[in-house]
């Protein structure tokens, strides 16, 4: 099946200090990533979808500016979390997928994110 | 976009089969039903996913009737590692998103 990892698994951090999460599929090429964040005992909020080579598309009601998505090849996203509060402090899960709509998104295994 | 409705809890004995029953009143004539599983600090896993009648693979069953209104996910002879949470969601052809609704979280007791 289709892999893709997360790292760091865990970053704990002071506040404001930024926070660059990676998320690579391993043996397959991703035309589209999507990053997810997650609160205790909540659903995934879908925070942006990410293109190879063009600009993130952003949820409405997440902050472009704080959360810097690249998605510079087709096996690697990285997600930055600026100047980062501990409100920031949750767990964020990327999410690649192959190609066409109805290809499976396979999901990472997320980032545990602490913001002191 | 197409809600998905599922119970938020249900519980259960090992060995027993567990059905998940979600609506998805409004979905669309080319839309998918897609079905992961997640554990407490992992991403969600991929079950299974249908278009219409019925689905098997070697972990669940999907169980889709004629109007497409509602899916059922079957557990055959469940055991206490598959106490998760279980996200139903609609593959739109119109759109590359998955929305995460709440989930049923599922418990199995020994």
């Known amino acids: 099946g289709a892999v893709v990892s997360q790292h760091p698994s865990r970053v704990i951090c002071k506040s404001g200090t930024s926070v660059k999460i990676e998320c690579r599929s391993l043996?397959?090429?991703?035309?589209?990533m999507f990053w997810y964040r997650q609160f205790p005992k909540q659903s995934l909020m879908l925070m942006a979808t990410s293109n190879e080579g063009s600009k993130a598309t952003y949820e409405q009601g997440v902050e472009k500016d704080k959360f810097l998505i690249n998605h510079a090849s087709l096996t690697l996203s990285t997600l930055t979390v600026t100047s980062a509060h501990p409100e920031d402090s949750s767990f964020y899960i990327c999410?690649?997928?192959?190609?066409?709509?109805?290809?499976?998104?396979?999901f990472g295994p997320g980032t545990r994110l602490t913001v002191l | 976009l197409a809600k998905t409705t599922q119970p938020i809890s249900m519980d259960s004995y090992e060995g027993q089969e567990v059905n998940i029953t979600c609506s998805h009143n409004?979905?669309?004539?080319?839309?998918?039903i897609t079905w992961y599983q997640q554990f407490p600090s992992q991403g969600p896993r991929f079950i299974i996913q249908?278009?219409?009648t019925k689905v098997t693979n070697e972990v669940a069953s999907l169980f889709i009737p004629a109007d497409r209104k509602s899916s059922t996910l079957s557990l055959p002879r469940v055991s206490l590692s598959d106490t998760a949470v279980y996200y139903c969601?609609?593959?739109?052809?119109?759109?590359?998103?998955?929305?995460f609704g709440s989930g049923t979280r599922l418990l199995v007791r020994p």
């Open positions: 409004n979905i669309a004539t080319n839309d998918y």
């Open positions: 043996d397959f090429q991703a035309t589209t």
């Open positions: 249908g278009y219409k």
């Open positions: 969601l609609i593959r739109m052809d119109s759109s590359y998103k998955l929305i």
């Open positions: 999410s690649a997928r192959r190609g066409a709509s109805t290809d499976t998104q396979y």
